[in-house]
């Protein structure tokens, strides 16, 4: 992909993330993924739009949160 080019088609999008075609599709019609539609028709996506999705929900390791734990014990006392 050029650097130029900053938005991506539907199936770039879906490749990009990971994701089968019929699922990116299904993540687009419940409106889970921003995009862009300027005719109304062809869906276009910004890659950091899509950053953001990959990484919206973060799940901490068995480590972090036994460290947090360790914290929260010596906060206590």
């Known amino acids: 992909m050029s650097e130029k080019k900053k938005l991506l088609s539907t199936k770039e999008a879906a490749e990009y993330c990971g994701?089968?075609?019929?699922?990116?599709r299904?993540?687009?019609m419940r409106r889970t993924i921003p995009m862009y539609k300027p005719t109304g028709k062809l869906c276009f996506f910004k890659?950091?739009?899509l950053?953001?999705?990959l990484t919206g929900v973060r799940i901490s390791s068995q480590d972090e949160i036994e460290e947090e734990a360790n914290r929260y014990i010596i906060s206590r006392k």
């Open 19 to 24: 994701f089968k075609l019929s699922y990116f």
């Open 26 to 28: 299904k993540l687009m």
């Open 47 to 49: 890659q950091e739009d």
């Open 51 to 53: 950053d953001a999705f």
